[in-house]
């Protein structure tokens, strides 16, 4: 199993990125997928689930209204649409996939991508 995020980069604070994460090697559409963020010297935290149909979604408080997740079963790509950001949130976001779908700990998540730096700067 493989997911591969990417679209991470730098942005001035209001400004927009959209990550994706391609997975291979699963059956995909079977998974709810998640994104979560780590800070330096921090835990890995919550950001968005999207449950396997992309019928439900689930946002941390902090990105609601901000952050938007999406999915294309028919491409076996998560995608994290980022607006208005912030200085809080520059992290590594990584993308991870759950079979019991809109987990909101790590612990729920099988399979991890390898992260994408996102840096906000002012």
């Known amino acids: 199993v493989q997911l591969q995020a990417s679209g991470g980069g730098l942005v001035q604070a209001g400004g927009s990125l959209r990550l994706s994460c391609a997975a291979s090697g699963l059956t995909f559409s079977s998974y709810g997928m998640g994104w979560f963020l780590q800070a330096p010297g921090k835990e890995r935290e919550f950001v968005a689930a999207?449950?396997?149909?992309?019928?439900?979604?689930y946002y941390a408080d902090s990105v609601k209204g901000r952050f938007t997740i999406s999915r294309d079963n028919a491409k076996n790509t998560v995608y994290l649409q980022m607006n208005s950001l912030k200085l809080d949130d520059t992290a590594v976001y990584y993308c991870a996939a759950d079979p019991l779908g809109l987990g909101r700990v790590p612990e729920r998540y099988n399979y991890w991508g390898q992260g994408t730096l996102v840096t906000v700067s002012s």
């Open positions: 999207i449950s396997w149909s992309g019928g439900s979604t």
